[in-house]
């Protein structure tokens, strides 16, 4: 007769692996609620440089911790998306209830929606990738450097897209450096840092030296 021995001990794994599941998704979902409802609190309310620092660099951040910390690159898609979305259902909240609109804190406009939601998906996702120990990881870290970086100097350059006057120095400064201390601590080794580093510098500078040709008619694109 066959006696079939039982595991249990991979039940409760299972069972702790699945508890871990689901308390990232509630804290997904709920550190996108604050994250959008501070945003839009302090939109016109606070000094001009936290709401410059603040959006859009308090949603990133949250999108980089929580694709971080997934536990697969499908719960990373999900949670990033979850919060991403429940910081604009906080935002649009807000707003109603103070008479803003939501694009004022997130996006700027529909378009901008849009891109700001692929962008912190993407970000998400960037941020599990780094989690990895070889040549990806050091890629994927050393793209979200990149992103970061763009953002700060097409932020800060008079006449690009994005240029805001107050933006430089101080803001301008402090998330650059925050940046690149950000990719410097995604990585383990010296070697992997260095590699992270050269692609966040590479990349950013030709994303902005493509924004400068365009801006200056280089790039005859219509908008």
Request: proline share 3%; charged share 10%.
């Amino acid at each position: 007769m066959n006696h079939t021995t039982i595991d249990y001990a991979d039940f409760a794994e299972y069972d702790r692996r699945q508890r871990a599941i689901e308390r990232h998704l509630l804290a997904a979902f709920l550190g996108g609620l604050v994250v959008g409802l501070v945003g839009m609190l302090i939109s016109g309310n606070a000094p001009a440089w936290v709401g410059q620092i603040y959006d859009p660099y308090a949603y990133h951040a949250l999108s980089l911790a929580v694709g971080a910390t997934a536990s697969g690159f499908g719960w990373a898609l999900l949670t990033t998306f979850l919060a991403t979305v429940s910081s604009l259902v906080a935002a649009l909240g807000a707003g109603a209830v103070r008479g803003h609109d939501a694009f004022e804190v997130i996006g700027g406009s529909a378009a901008g929606l849009n891109w700001t939601l692929a962008l912190l998906v993407g970000l998400g996702l960037l941020a599990y990738a780094t989690r990895r120990d070889d040549g990806w990881g050091d890629l994927a870290a050393g793209a979200v450097g990149a992103v970061l970086i763009a953002d700060v100097v097409d932020r800060a350059t008079p006449g690009f897209i994005g240029s805001e006057q107050a933006f430089w120095p101080g803001p301008a400064t402090a998330v650059g450096l925050a940046s690149v201390a950000l990719v410097l601590a995604l990585r383990k080794n010296a070697r992997g840092r260095l590699r992270a580093l050269m692609v966040s510098v590479i990349v950013a500078g030709v994303f902005t030296a493509c924004l400068a040709a365009f801006v200056t008619g280089w790039f005859p694109v219509a908008v």
